[in-house]
């Protein structure tokens, strides 16, 4: 008998508890009335987009490589360092090509100097125009020879192409180069792109110049880009469409970041509030729903996406019910309303 007592006393004050978190018909006279604008829910055409995934890419970025073969005598390559555009980034050991400089220069100097003499002695009448001419000539070819061997030589330094970041490097003091060899990778970390392969439904209506909405990184940075490629042919592997939006400067991201574009595939009704009309409580969201009698409850809503047009409400409130326009922080379900523009 004494656990049945209990259990009646249990269920009394479940019941005593519900009827005081719920005011009983005929008791919201009790409650002040408040001066409120209602409005009604609406229903507007939202945009439905397309989520495609990919990946923040540099729009500029390049191999360095050696034009010339020898060991490596000094590399300033370092990644993550910021180089201007012709900086040293490596030098090359070439000792045949820094002698064979140095008889190029002296085969020179005595072409330069046999090509005075024989102009002086033209001056006296002495030598033939064609002794003029062929001294003439040599001369030209030992400066073309000389020339060209500085050129190479020029190679023996492999500088930045373009101002960038040092991203790799793939040699090191002392290692033996090839002509073509990959010394380190440099791109530039002003000018990034978001490149993502799109299916051919949505590739064909993909202009140049056309502007999308793109969140990139963990804390979705959203920003906006600019197709700046459409490949004319689709990837025999997945049978889709590579394209490249040109990121605005100055945004937080890095290369290699994963990201979304929202591509627009049409429009869907929605019913959408104003962002005023709603009051979060902990995990839920609640609307005061006003009903015929100007007596406001709080019902609770879900939302869907966010826009200039308002919140989507995806359950909870219909088009055309009314609501307060705005929640006071400490409202009380059952509150008259006196409506005001």
């Avoid at 002296?106 to 002794?131: F, I, P």
């Avoid at 051919?200 to 600019?226: M, Y």
């Amino acid at each position: 008998m004494k656990i049945v007592y209990c259990a009646l006393s249990a269920a009394a004050l479940l019941a005593a508890a519900c009827h005081k978190s719920e005011p009983a018909a005929g008791t919201a006279e009790t409650l002040p009335a408040i001066d409120a604008r209602i409005i009604e829910a609406t229903t507007t055409d939202l945009p439905v987009h397309e989520e495609v995934v990919g990946t923040v890419q540099p729009a500029l970025q390049a191999t360095v490589s050696s034009k010339t073969t020898g060991r490596i005598i000094e590399m300033k390559a370092i990644p993550g360092v910021a180089v201007k555009q012709g900086e040293l980034l490596a030098k090359v050991e070439a000792p045949q090509l820094e002698a064979a400089l140095a008889r190029a220069e002296a085969a020179l100097e005595n072409s330069r100097s046999e090509a005075e003499r024989y102009r002086s002695l033209r001056d006296k009448g002495s030598v033939s125009q064609r002794d003029i001419d062929r001294v003439e000539t040599q001369l030209r070819v030992a400066t073309a020879e000389r020339d060209q061997i500085r050129s190479q030589l020029d190679e023996a330094e492999i500088v930045a192409p373009f101002a960038g970041r040092i991203t790799r490097r793939h040699l090191d003091t002392g290692d033996l180069v090839q002509p073509g060899a990959a010394v380190c990778r440099i791109e530039d970390p002003t000018r990034l792109r978001f490149e993502m392969h799109v299916a051919e439904t949505l590739a064909n209506r993909i202009e140049l110049g056309r502007r999308f909405k793109v969140a990139v990184g963990p804390g979705g940075v959203e920003t906006e880009g600019t197709v700046a490629e459409v490949s004319p042919a689709a990837d025999t592997g997945s049978r889709t469409f590579l394209v490249k939006l040109d990121l605005p400067a100055g945004e937080k991201m890095l290369a290699g970041q994963f990201g979304r574009a929202f591509l627009p595939r049409g429009s869907r009704p929605a019913v959408v509030v104003a962002e005023s009309a709603l009051l979060q409580r902990g995990q839920l969201c609640y609307a005061a729903v006003v009903d015929a009698e100007n007596l406001a409850h709080l019902r609770i809503v879900r939302t869907g996406q966010r826009s200039p047009e308002g919140v989507e409400i995806l359950s909870g409130l219909e088009a055309g019910e009314r609501i307060l326009a705005e929640i006071p922080a400490d409202f009380a379900g059952g509150t008259p309303v006196n409506p005001s523009l």
